[in-house]
């Protein structure tokens, strides 16, 4: 089962922007849609992006325009660039694979441990 090691969050003010990157393991990588979920405190774990094998992608409402998904295949990771983060993008960012770019919370990965973003006023 692939699992995902997660990285980049960090502390940032208002406007500002991080990228956060996830490393698979497991040879299936290639073949699988990836993810990126978020979990606020109190809240259920959302779907904010997704990659398709072929580079396809698609966003939730709330990060359309701001943030954008990538991976590279080769490397077997899978980047989330966000950009004018606002305090509602406070949360644990999660990768993981999925089926294709149906919009929903279906995975078939193993989480990892997540990486902490905060956005500071």
């Known amino acids: 089962q692939v699992q995902f090691v997660e990285s980049g969050g960090g502390l940032v003010q208002a406007g500002g922007s991080l990228r956060l990157s996830c490393v698979a393991s497991?040879?299936?990588?290639?073949?699988?849609?990836i993810g990126w979920y978020r979990q606020a405190p109190g809240e259920q774990r959302e779907l904010v992006a997704a990659?398709?094998?072929?580079?396809?992608?698609k966003y939730g409402d709330s990060v359309k325009g701001r943030f954008t998904i990538s991976r590279d295949n080769n490397k077997i990771t899978a980047y989330l660039q966000m950009s004018s983060l606002k305090s509602e993008d406070t949360a644990v960012y999660y990768c993981?694979?999925?089926?294709?770019?149906?919009?929903?919370?279906?995975?078939?990965?193993?989480w990892g441990q997540g990486t902490q973003v905060t956005v500071s006023p």
């Open positions: 993981n694979a999925k089926i294709g770019l149906t919009w929903n919370n279906v995975v078939i990965g193993r």
């Open positions: 497991g040879p299936t990588f290639r073949i699988h849609t």
């Open positions: 990659v398709s094998p072929g580079g396809d992608t």
